[in-house]
């Protein structure tokens, strides 16, 4: 099974940063993500890029979630990590594949 993040990351720090999950929850999800310019499924993708390159696993099962109800395939993510082993390093890929097996599995 992936390893889950609790029902919201969000909730298990909101005493410690109030403030910044109020902005993630009012500015990033809320302004950011319902902004018409791109669909959700591009953002998904362009998040799972990102996350993938920067070695953020942990955000990563999440959004790799969210991509999958937003429409991205699993064959297509796949593509995404394989094509980023050439730009953001083997590891990298390697450790999203890793998260993608689990992310997927879990579905």
Known sequence: MA????????????DIVP??????ER???G??????GLSKRDRSLITCATLIALG???????HLQRALDNGLKQS?????????A???GWPAAMT????????????
Not at 96 to 107: M, P
Request: without cysteine.
């Open 27 to 29: 500015v990033l999800f």
């Open 3 to 14: 390893p889950q993040q609790p029902a919201s990351a969000r909730d298990q720090v909101r």
């Open 76 to 84: 297509e993510l796949s593509e995404v990590i394989t094509h980023l």
């Open 56 to 62: 953020r696993e942990k955000q990563l099962v999440g």
């Open 96 to 107: 999203a594949a890793l998260v993608a097996k689990q992310v997927f599995e879990g579905r």
């Open 19 to 24: 403030a910044l999950v109020d902005l993630s």
């Open 86 to 88: 050439f730009y953001a």
């Open 31 to 36: 302004e950011v993500w319902e902004r018409p």
